[in-house]
Structures are given as structure tokens and as C-alpha cells.
């Protein structure tokens, strides 16, 4: 009985990881321009980085960007380079894509529910295209799969328990139905990427 052998990995071309860069951070842009249409937060840093623009005058963009600086000297000590460029680029790309969105996007009005599945779905195909692309939107995202490398710990799983602490902080700053709802978003994005995201499944190499 003759054994097949498991196929040589296939590896990104650097224009496929920048289309699927560009497509990730875009979905998740979009993403969390649906959620502030309706008021509503996620988890990770993005979900800080959105509840910090609800109590102050600084805007998703910013903040996102500012709170990810930290995140960048573990990718470089623990991942590489190669993926911190990578994550930087994924993350300023988001940054100035959300910023823009608003000027030509203008929701008047979005039902929680709607707002919830549409940001989760959104933001898990995004981060899912971003991680086959050696990429990450920097702060526990480059925690979540350093983990998942290394210790066989499911990127979903780790984000899911910074997620409780961020919106544990949100029922102490914002009304109990806007919690819930955006706790129905991020459950909604924790379960596409612990999912779909495997390495055992997905083979190809950035």
C-alpha cells in the first residue's frame, strides 16, 4: 500500500499578500464603520482603541494606531521583520481607511443587530485574509498568533480572553444593550477565525 505524501506548501507571491493586505484591512475598516454607526464597540485593540474614541475627542484611527506601537518590538523579537512589516502596513492601512470612510459612507441609521453581525462577519474575513498573509492587525492579534505558533493555542481562544477584559471595562462606560449587542459581533468574529483559521488546514506560506 503506497502512501501519499502531503503536498510542498505553496508561498505567497509578494503581490498576492499585497492584495490580501489591502482586502483585509479594508473589510475590518468597514467593519468598524458599521459598528460606530451603531454605537457599538468590538473586542481586541480595536475595541479600546473605538471605546477610547466614545470618551475623548480622538478619533478610531488615531488611537488604533497609537496603541499598536507597543505590540511591534514582541513581532520583531518573536515573529520577525518580515511580519512586522507586514502588520505595520496592515495597520496603517486600516488606520487611514477608517479615518476616510466616514467622508464618503454616511450611515444615518443601523440597527445594533445588523451592526453586530455585519461588523463580525466582516472583521473575521478580514483578519482571516490577514493572517494567510503573514500579516496581523498588530496589538493582541501578534499575541494571539505567536501563541498559536508556538504553543499550538488557538489565535480565536486568546483573543476571546482579551475580549472579556475589554468589554468588562465597557459595562462600567456604556449602556447594558450596547454591550451586549456588540458582545453578539465579537463572539460572531472569535468563532469565524478559530474556524477557519488552521494551520493544518490552510497550507500555502507567505
Known amino acids: 500500500m503506497f502512501l501519499l505524501s502531503k503536498p510542498k506548501a505553496d508561498r505567497h507571491t509578494p503581490l498576492e499578500d499585497v492584495q490580501g493586505i489591502l482586502v483585509g ?8 464603520h458599521f459598528l460606530s454607526s451603531a454605537n457599538l464597540l468590538t473586542g481586541q485593540i480595536a475595541g479600546l482603541a473605538l471605546l477610547s474614541s466614545y470618551v475623548s475627542d480622538w478619533s478610531f484611527g488615531a488611537i488604533f494606531f497609537v496603541l499598536n ?15 512586522t512589516f507586514k502588520t505595520f502596513a496592515a ?13 464618503v ?3 444615518n441609521m443601523m440597527h445594533p443587530a445588523l451592526g453586530a453581525v455585519l461588523g463580525g462577519i466582516l472583521a473575521g474575513v478580514g483578519l482571516i485574509s490577514l493572517f494567510r498573509h503573514g500579516a496581523t492587525l498588530g496589538g493582541v492579534g501578534i499575541v494571539a498568533l505567536w501563541l498559536q505558533d508556538t504553543r499550538g493555542f488557538q489565535a480565536g481562544n486568546t483573543q476571546l480572553i482579551f475580549d472579556l477584559f475589554v468589554f468588562g471595562l465597557a459595562f462600567l462606560i456604556l449602556p447594558f444593550q450596547v454591550v451586549i449587542w ?4 465579537a463572539v460572531i468574529l472569535n468563532m469565524i477565525i478559530t474556524v477557519n483559521h488552521r494551520r493544518d488546514r490552510y497550507v500555502a506560506r507567505s
Do not use: C, H, K, N
Open 105 to 107: 459612507l454616511d450611515i
Open 182 to 185: 456588540s458582545l453578539l459581533g
Open 25 to 32: 484591512a479594508t473589510l475590518v475598516a468597514l467593519a468598524v
Open 69 to 83: 506601537l507597543p505590540f511591534y518590538i514582541l513581532a520583531v523579537r518573536q515573529i520577525g521583520w518580515v511580519f
Open 91 to 103: 495597520v496603517a492601512l486600516m488606520s487611514a481607511i477608517a479615518e476616510l470612510l466616514p467622508l
